[in-house]
């Protein structure tokens, strides 16, 4: 098997990551690619740095046992506070979801002003501030940490036409765009399916998704490598830390009917 057919390692702290794979297979349908969602260890968004280095470090060992050519961090958490950790640890290219976030970010904005949602971890990691101040010096950045969102969108709540959806984010997207923003970076695995229901509350805002953001980047970096798979490909894993038999009801919502119906359990 040639270098170019290794698989992609993605690593998440649950099932949310499937909107970063998902992304992935859209963009990149002939890459072969493990997901491991920590599901034993969710959430991360509400942990210890500490804690989330030890657990994202256990995650990619358990990843690093297939022949991997490279590896994405779908967990802004965990890429907001155990990348550096990952980059001494493991000798691979590594992508993430902070850095492709935060560069469309500056370069969209046109007043400078961008709001980020993220978990309270990735918030007072202040990982996307300092990730965007690398690309755009000017740029104000308000950061606000949504803790409701994760429980709502794993409960199957994220319709724009669900009045508990509207209301907490309502009072979220209140906080925010009082700071005049124009533009909005969804910093969690959760948001993108919560995109109809933001865009529908503020309109005229550009809002980014950290999950496409990631795909775009990863397509660029392989290519740059050389590393793009020419071969057929599209092969899948999935694994999880926790209770396998609810994979596939939970994978739904992230990936929509296509999502696998098994994943194997993982010893992290
Ligand atoms: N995957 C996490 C993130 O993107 C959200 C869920 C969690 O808190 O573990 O930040």
């Known amino acids: 098997m040639s270098k170019k057919e290794g698989y992609i390692g993605v690593f998440d702290s649950g099932i949310g990551g499937l909107t970063v794979a998902g992304s992935i297979m859209k963009s990149l349908p002939k890459e072969n690619i493990i997901y491991f969602g920590d599901t034993a260890h969710l959430p991360y968004g509400t942990k210890s740095e500490k804690q ?3 657990y994202a470090v256990n995650d990619v060992l358990f990843l690093s046992q297939f022949d991997l050519k490279a590896l994405v961090i779908a967990c802004n958490t965990a890429d907001s506070v155990a990348r550096h950790a990952l980059e001494e ?3 691979m290219p590594i992508y ?3 850095k492709p976030a935060s560069i469309k970010a500056a370069r969209v ?10 978990t309270t971890a990735t918030v007072r990691s202040d990982a996307y501030p300092r990730t965007i101040h690398r690309y755009s010096e000017e740029a104000e950045v308000f950061q606000l940490a949504c803790p409701l969102l994760v429980p709502l969108v794993e409960n199957g709540r994220f319709s724009k036409d669900d009045i508990v959806v509207r ?3 309502k009072e979220y997207l209140d906080q925010l765009t009082a700071h005049g923003i124009d533009t909005l970076v969804l910093g969690c695995t959760h948001y993108p399916l919560l995109m109809d229901a933001i ?6 805002l550009t809002i980014i998704s950290s999950s496409e953001a990631a795909a775009e980047t990863l397509r660029r970096g392989l290519q740059e490598l050389d590393l793009l798979n020419e071969s057929e490909g599209g092969k899948r894993k999935y694994f999880v830390s926790d209770a396998p038999e609810h ?3 939970n994978a739904v919502l992230f990936l929509g009917e296509d999502a696998a119906d098994e994943a194997e359990l993982a010893e992290v």
Do not use: Q, Y
């Open 89 to 91: 640890k493991f000798d």
């Open 247 to 249: 994979f596939h009801e």
């Open 167 to 169: 209301t907490v984010l």
């Open 52 to 54: 989330i280095r030890e």
């Open 109 to 118: 904005t046109r007043n400078n002003r961008i709001g980020i949602m993220a």
């Open 96 to 98: 993430g979801v902070i």
């Open 199 to 204: 865009s529908s509350l503020v309109p005229d």
